[in-house]
C-alpha cells in the first residue's frame, strides 16, 4: 500500500513541515489535517493520499480505510533545476529549483505489532 509523487515542484523543506504534522497518523485525521492546513503542500499530499487509499482498496483488498494508518511519509530532494540571472559586468547568478519526491506508505492498524527478540 504505497504511492509516490515524483518531481513535484516545490522544495522539500516546504513540503516536510506538511508531512512531519501527520506522520503516524490515521487516514481520517491525515485528510482532516490536509484540508485544513494553510500550505500550498496539501494539495497534492492530499491527492497522493487518496491515491494510496486507492491502491489499498484495489491492490491488498483492504475494505475497511479506517484502520490504515500512515507508516513512512517521506520526502526526499527529487532533481534540482539549475537557472541564471544575469548580474553586474556580465557574470551570473545561480538559481536552483528544487523539486520533491513524496513517498507514502500505508499499513493497517493490527498489522504493527513487534515481534519477540529470541
Do not use: C, W
Not at 513540503?15 to 497534492?44: C, D, F, W, Y
Not at 530532494?77 to 520533491?100: C, E, N, Y
Amino acid at each position: 500500500m504505497k504511492a509516490i509523487l515524483n518531481n513535484y515542484r516545490q522544495s522539500p523543506r516546504k513540503m516536510r513541515l506538511v508531512v512531519n504534522a501527520v506522520r503516524g497518523k490515521t487516514v481520517a485525521e491525515a485528510q482532516t489535517m490536509l484540508s485544513l492546513m494553510p500550505k500550498i503542500a496539501t494539495v497534492p499530499l492530499r491527492k497522493l493520499l487518496s491515491s494510496a487509499i486507492a491502491n489499498a482498496k484495489e491492490n491488498a483488498k483492504v475494505t475497511d480505510t479506517g484502520a490504515l494508518i500512515i507508516k513512512d511519509f517521506r520526502v526526499d530532494p527529487g532533481t534540482v533545476l539549475k537557472r541564471s540571472m544575469p548580474r553586474a559586468h556580465g557574470s551570473a547568478f545561480q538559481i536552483l529549483k528544487r523539486t520533491s519526491k513524496v513517498t507514502l506508505v500505508l499499513s493497517e492498524a493490527g498489522s504493527s505489532k513487534l515481534k519477540a527478540k529470541k
